[in-house]
């Protein structure tokens, strides 16, 4: 099994930043994708950021350079910097990873949702 520990979500004012972070643990032999999606009230999840193995970060439309996803390999840790927030960003964002297990198998996961609020 894999563990998604999130960590970095709050309350933050308009144009203010805030650093997600998503530690995975468990049984993992490689990533294939480790990414954040996000959800508001009376909303559809959907995608943040996205980081593959070989490839450049892919990001929701909306960003539009406010916000870099990153990976630190060595500790099996994602990341992603969000600058300029806007109350339009206030969601719960979830860390998601597609990993291949010990077993051989392919797997996603999810992470249990950090809230980010931005308001004044």
């Known amino acids: 099994q894999v563990q998604l520990v999130e960590s970095g979500g709050g309350l933050v004012q308009p144009g203010g930043s805030l650093r997600l972070s998503c530690a995975a643990s468990?049984?993992?032999?490689?990533?294939?994708?480790m990414g954040w999606y996000r959800q508001a009230p009376g909303k559809q999840r959907e995608l943040v950021a996205v980081?593959?193995?070989?490839?450049?970060?892919n990001y929701g439309d909306f960003v539009k350079g406010r916000f870099t996803i990153s990976r630190d390999n060595a500790k099996n840790t994602a990341f992603l910097q969000m600058n300029s927030l806007k109350s339009e960003d206030t969601a719960v964002y979830y860390c998601?990873?597609?990993?291949?297990?010990?077993?051989?198998?392919?797997?996603?996961?999810w992470g249990q949702g950090t809230q980010v609020t931005v308001s004044s």
């Open positions: 980081v593959r193995n070989s490839d450049n970060p």
């Open positions: 468990g049984s993992i032999v490689s990533f294939n994708t």
């Open positions: 998601h990873v597609n990993v291949v297990l010990a077993s051989g198998s392919w797997s996603d996961y």
